[in-house]
């Protein structure tokens, strides 16, 4: 290995949880930088836009000097070449995430095969949780206090229980 | 144990087919109680309004004195605990039902730890039927005489073969 | 076995792959006549028409003698069945994958049990291409000239890179 | 449901783990009463007697009143029919148990129509303990309290960590 | 496709099973020929000897015209292509049973690429039945009369229910 | 992070593939230091001595002034600790493969936090290959010059054809 070893950690984060800060934790242990990449524009209606994303995880990461938190717009892969980046991190929980993640990174490695993508796995007690989850059961008066950082429950409490485009089932 | 074994079999039941009654007869051997629980407003477009399918279930189960027919809205940990049920009574065909199964599972064991999520195999016959596949063959005119109770094939030739929302593919 | 073996190799095709035409070929040294079936009005937003689809098709199998390009609506073994086919060909990659094929393998077996679903290996060089994430990478100013053939790719540059329904991510 | 409901909870318990005793208190919650059954003569050789097995379980579940442990021989579908048990209790972690219990539980429905098995989830705590990964770590000296109950511990320590038949990999 | 289509459906058959008869008539429909090929020494203890496989095969099978049965040594690829043959065949049921065929697909299209092998699904009655279950369920005193062909069932009484080597468990 | 990052790459070696090597070159390119790993007295019966596995993989990685190799006994996790290891790096290939691996980390993350197990591709042309297949077409005549290093070539050659243990199938 040679030069410092700056790894991407992207995602939607809509909202960021404890399994994705879990994950930032670990990643910061192990590489000199560490970018957490929002997707910005991912073709999907998001609860938060880009800019609370930001603040969110700017908050929860603040005493991680090595990490920074930047968005991104078009291919990940090219995002990663710009910045420098040899590793795009990625966590595994579910089989059915790990097969996507596989297709995915076969073709980022394609795309630009001196990128690598490399898995870890999140703490055991975040293996359920997701943003999407996280939405679900708040949106239907569950405590998520536990699953997201306060920051994030206060601003889900801000943006109220009710919204669109949040279905409760696969 | 100690007192009444109450279960709860969740799903939107959009429209209940042969595989569903099919688990139903299983759990209603082994429970005190069973409550198939048809979830409101899941955020989808339906086929069936929550009262016809509530109709449709209580004529296909109206032979098992211990099983009824509820609908919620709302987290379905809550409404089993409202009810007194112990267990949520799933079925799991693929593998890929398995792991979002466990992952709602696990969810609903830190929202409520005392309600457990048990698991049983629907028979082998009906490991391929979904209500998606069955309104899908029915609206490109094949015959699913043998995937549904007889009072959802008239009820889904009275709606007709034409209405939107049925995607052929994945 | 009496008779032409026929097989039908159905798809969407929006657009087709090189990973589609590797299936093709493979194909096509099997059976006697290969029918490439592009499902008509499936529901979802198409990049191509159903004639583009069928031009690119038709150009990329003229060297093959024994392949010919066709467009179906309706129930995909009914299809079948009219042109006399007893064989639905598939390519399968991932678990995800295998586990929706085999469900509708299993129904159309049902529906018409003298047609059988045959399972095939695209080349491994193919393993991650799909028609999704070609659609992707190109939005997003990716290369995807070693993804579809010469004459698929003409054709994206000719939508233009912009255009809308083609989520990035999961 | 009329009359009580037994279940059986069958493994080779060579030595029980903290996983096992998780689940047969969940099991114990949910049924009139809950057999733990030992495999005798199972075919693999065994680090612990089935006398020995049989004790440490005893004493791991004397605080649950309504289970009892107990030891069979041939199919276990035959034993839970002569038990009068109406339930098969097993626990699953991994998709690879997954398919292997479904596989046990449609031979034993083809067997005895009328026991069903039931699917419970560990705590996610003890989703990657095995009697075989104890065994492993415990040979090469890692430190095994918080996999197996204290008197399992004992028991091992009295076996000494040398014996032969207990490979580190898969 | 040019000249006949031969087609190889290897396996151990120690003993045959309905699932392995359900898939050799099923590629009996779709191939000119099929070559049942027993593999001889297969590193395995046995059962049955290879004649007497290949004698419960042949009287299995003598109803259909265009199948005969054979033994090989060596590399399955080899002896397929020695035969002339274009394609594997495999039945394919869970998703592990899938990823070890996947491999060896791969493997043989490396070694020789002319041969294909092509997945085909057994019956769904016979989703659970295997060669290693049945032998452990009539071990145990099990009836295996719904799992393999009456000239089966005649030649495992003959053997008597006492052999070595059949464990009941993973 | 602070201080070098050193990794583990664990493994059998029995021998070295070029999937392993692979591996270990994309591994070199992200640690400061990778430490290939060989497990002596696994409990399997081995084709090379530790001593041979130990040379060829010296042979094969000599031009990677970052990576050595040595062997251990006992507890992974603890020659991990011992090396100041922070990263324990393995390939994955099948899901299969996916599920013992998790299984296998978090037991290490359960016994030393402070090691993360990391997960890469290896490249998609070594997706099928694993010692297992090499020895077992190796034996059988196929020809392995492209699945091992040439060195590995010469060694097996060496051995012969002919040894014991290399079972052809699952």
């Not at 700056?6 to 560490?34: C, K, Q, V, W």
């Not at 991912?42 to 938060?48: E, N």
Request: aromatic share 8%.
């Amino acid at each position: 290995m040679s030069g410092p070893n700056i790894s991407i950690y992207p995602g939607s984060f809509d909202p960021p949880t404890n399994g994705h800060l879990d994950l930032i934790e670990r990643g910061a242990r192990l590489f000199h930088r560490l970018i957490v990449a929002i997707l910005r524009n991912d073709g999907k209606t998001s609860l938060f836009t880009v800019a609370e994303r930001t603040e969110m995880l700017c908050e929860a990461v603040k005493h991680l000097p090595n990490v920074s938190v930047e968005s991104f717009d078009g291919l990940l892969i090219r995002f990663a070449a710009e910045k420098g980046a040899r590793v795009i991190l990625r966590g595994i929980r579910a089989v059915s995430d790990y097969e996507y993640e596989l297709q995915m990174a076969l073709m980022n490695r394609k795309l630009h095969p001196e990128v690598e993508t490399v898995f870890m796995l999140p703490g055991e007690a975040y293996s359920y949780v997701s943003s999407r989850l996280v939405k679900e059961v708040f949106r239907l008066g569950g405590d998520v206090g536990d699953l997201v950082p306060p920051n994030v429950v206060e601003r889900l409490k801000a943006k109220g229980r009710v919204w669109e485009g949040a279905a409760p089932s696969k």
